[in-house]
């Protein structure tokens, strides 16, 4: 697929730092290179009603009330959960959590799973990640009797659930939510600095990181100073997963995304997320070991069911969505947990909106994906009258639909991108925030780079395009050849080495002359560090 290229800068500022600065509109450089918790907002700001929320937990602590935290089954969620329910049994809370099965139950609160919880005693109910459009949900749980605490970051709808008390705030992701009420409840025990603080920023580290929501801001302090903690990590189920999954070195935000919160992810979409949730709370060193395990090796089934889901709807957009500005694609053999992996999976290839549903006989599941200037959302509310609930960001959502409604509901969602985005809008731009010489690619640039990590929304890994550089050698490498390693170097210059990943285009021949548009890493191998590129992008050059 053919990318828009646009360098950022002009080219009339040569201070690198400045430049990288200027393109992600930062204007204070210090608290952005440097961001301490103590420049998190007043929780009493950011979450109005906390004080309400913090006063009904002591309460319930003082008469042994039974309090349930209702997680979602993604990371996010998972790790939320885990955050509050630390917090609230170290304080002395009688509390236990649930987490919805992905498949029975579906995402967000229900009324049976409220009905049951008070059945057996509840008085609070704690939701993590997920409840802001649980309007009925609220008014049942009133009518159980039931406290409920409604955390999410999430956007709302039209109404807002009248629950005991709304923690809500989009600035953060839903562990960042549950991370700063616990870090209230820790403040009104005089503990704001306790072990446990520290326990959760590890844990809100990895949720914000997972939910691909903007490290800017909020998100960065959490993940800019939860990293180093990740690394040293005394957690024994995080220490298990590490060595499972052979993590031996540094912990970042590449780790995270693609290592641990796929396993983490992986029993939500495969069995029951519960097991995810037991493994960063146990204790026992043989459980964990157990779990991170499990964890491994439902994430290979997860691994074999994604691709083998992709390469199906491949071929149904090959021969069956000609040029159409939107995908929805729909097959009973697509297991609920990855459609949402598989709609991210089109999206990259086809750059077009995507909706995946996995059908069922009576009542089917979606997952949605989107690309800049379409808000997946707001196209949901446009055929909300086929839907049974949805809810999600800009760039992605989740929704329930009968089977018998997929049909006009395709219709429906195919027209409104037809009306709502032009040709221009389906070409993805590759942002370049500069260009550079082959013999900037050096330790100094590398050491303004590493000053932005970590990097992810809104804040990318710096992207860079240099120009007219000769390959020295080229050949496919991985499995399958899926692959691109090659040697470049300006003519009769020094040679780097320049590695794409899952490259798709016409692979160049030794003495051709391309353009490169590339990060800039470091990579060790048996030992020994050196710099290479990260290819994003490359073209024949015409100079």
Request: proline content about 4%; aromatic content about 6%; hydrophobic content about 35%.
């Amino acid at each position: 697929m053919e990318k828009q290229w646009v360098v950022l800068n002009d080219g009339k500022e040569s201070d690198l730092r400045k430049v990288l600065l200027r393109n992600r509109k930062v204007k204070n450089e210090q608290s952005f290179l440097q961001p301490y918790l103590h420049e998190l907002p007043k929780i009493g700001k950011q979450l109005p009603q906390i004080d309400k929320a913090v006063d009904r937990i002591q309460k319930a602590i003082k008469n042994k009330e039974l309090i349930y935290i209702y997680g979602d089954f993604d990371v996010d969620g998972i790790t939320g959960t885990a955050i509050l329910w630390e917090t609230l049994d170290m304080l002395g809370a009688k509390v236990m959590p649930y987490i919805p099965h992905r498949e029975t139950e579906g995402y967000g609160l229900h009324s049976e799973a409220l009905e049951k919880l008070s059945s057996e005693g509840a008085k609070v109910v704690i939701s993590v990640d997920c409840g802001i459009t649980a309007v009925e949900q609220a008014k049942i749980a009133k009518k159980l009797g039931i406290d409920l605490i409604i955390t999410d970051h999430h956007e709302p709808l039209n109404q807002l659930p009248k629950a005991f008390a709304l923690l809500h705030t989009t600035s953060l992701a839903g562990s960042g939510v549950a991370f700063r009420f616990a870090e209230a409840l820790l403040e009104s025990v005089n503990k704001p600095e306790d072990e446990q603080f520290f326990k959760n920023l590890e844990l809100a580290t990895i949720g914000t990181v997972a939910d691909m929501v903007p490290l800017v801001g909020e998100n960065r302090i959490i993940v800019k100073n939860g990293l180093p903690l990740l690394s040293k990590s005394n957690r024994i189920g995080l220490k298990s997963l590490y060595e499972q999954a052979s993590l031996n070195k540094t912990i970042g935000t590449g780790q995270i995304g693609f290592v641990i919160a796929p396993r983490l992810n992986a029993m939500g979409r495969m069995g029951h997320a519960l097991d995810s949730l037991r493994l960063l709370l146990t204790r026992k060193k043989s459980r964990a070991r157990d779990l991170a395990f499990r964890l491994g090796k439902i994430n290979t089934d997860r691994q074999e069911a994604t691709k083998k889901s992709i390469d199906h709807a491949k071929n149904l957009v090959e021969k069956e969505y000609n040029g159409a500005k939107m995908l929805v694609i729909d097959h009973e053999s697509y297991p609920q947990g990855v459609i949402g992996l598989v709609a991210g999976r089109l999206v990259e290839k086809y750059y077009r909106p995507t909706v995946v549903i996995s059908v069922n006989k009576d009542l089917s599941k979606g997952s949605a994906r989107s690309i800049s200037n379409f808000h997946i959302t707001q196209a949901l509310s446009q055929s909300k009258k086929y839907l049974e609930n949805y809810g999600g960001h800009p760039m992605a959502a989740g929704f329930s639909i009968k089977s018998e409604n997929i049909e006009k509901f395709r219709e429906k969602m195919i027209q409104h991108a037809e009306k709502s985005l032009s040709k221009k809008d389906l070409i993805p731009t590759l942002k370049i925030d500069a260009k550079i010489d082959l013999d900037k690619i050096n330790e100094e640039t590398m050491g303004i780079i590493n000053q932005f990590e970590p990097f992810g929304i809104g804040n990318p890994e710096p992207t860079f395009l240099t120009e007219n550089l000769e390959v020295v050698d080229s050949r496919t490498v991985g499995v399958d050849g899926k692959h691109l390693k090659m040697t470049l170097r300006k003519p009769n210059g020094s040679a780097y080495d320049a590695i794409c990943f899952s490259y798709e285009k016409e692979k160049p021949e030794k003495g051709d002359m391309i353009d490169v548009v590339h990060n800039i890493s470091e990579n060790t191998w048996q030992g020994q560090k050196s710099i290479q590129m990260k290819v994003k992008d490359f073209r024949k050059s015409h100079a």
